[in-house]
């Protein structure tokens, strides 16, 4: 196949703007942020798989989270400059925490190692206030100024204004409310 000069440059030229459009996408991703990645493994150096992660800026808001492969690794790809507390923690096993600090277009290498963990059990009790009242049956309401101005009203009646109250109703056979 003989392809022409000027076709043949063409096509060079097209796959150096996009080796180059890729070289710069890639080092313009590195240049603003961080990663960090790791192994997590148990005491006896076997990997631990599923172990859920998380790291945490505070400062700014941020949490981002991974889960460890069958080989144990765990990669956070793009994480901002700062200050994070990562933490890994899998059933079986003690949590762990450690503060690292990230800068930009750094790559942290962080090893983990999970101790056996002990049975706890705990018990939480918290007590709240309920939201509806118990020991009463009250009903109250409050009409503003401009509801007395603007609604209408048979008579202007100022009585007339507690039926926007909800439960409050009038009796039809002799006109009386009724709570």
Not at 76 to 95: H, I, L, M, Q, R
Request: aromatic fraction near 6%; proline fraction near 4%.
């Amino acid at each position: 196949m003989n392809l022409p000069f000027g076709s043949l440059c063409r096509a060079v030229g097209i796959c150096l703007t996009i080796l180059l459009f890729h070289a710069c996408t890639s080092s313009a991703q590195r240049g603003t942020s961080g990663s960090i990645e790791g192994t997590i493994t148990d005491v006896q150096r076997g990997a631990v798989s599923g172990a859920k992660l998380s790291a945490v800026n505070s400062d700014i808001g941020l949490k981002f989270e991974s889960a460890s492969d069958e080989n144990g690794f765990f990669h956070f790809p793009v994480v901002p400059p700062g200050t994070y507390v990562v933490t890994a923690e899998k059933s079986g096993f003690s949590s762990y925490a450690v503060r690292v600090s990230v800068a930009v277009g750094s790559t942290i290498d962080l090893p983990i190692q999970l101790n056996v963990g002990t049975q706890a059990a705990s018990v939480t009790v918290t007590a709240e206030v309920p939201i509806v009242e118990l020991t009463r049956s009250s009903v109250q309401s409050s009409v503003g100024e401009l509801a007395v101005s603007d609604l209408p009203t048979l008579g202007r009646n100022f009585i007339n204004f507690t039926l926007l109250t909800p439960g409050v109703t009038t009796d039809v056979r002799g006109g009386d409310i009724s709570f």
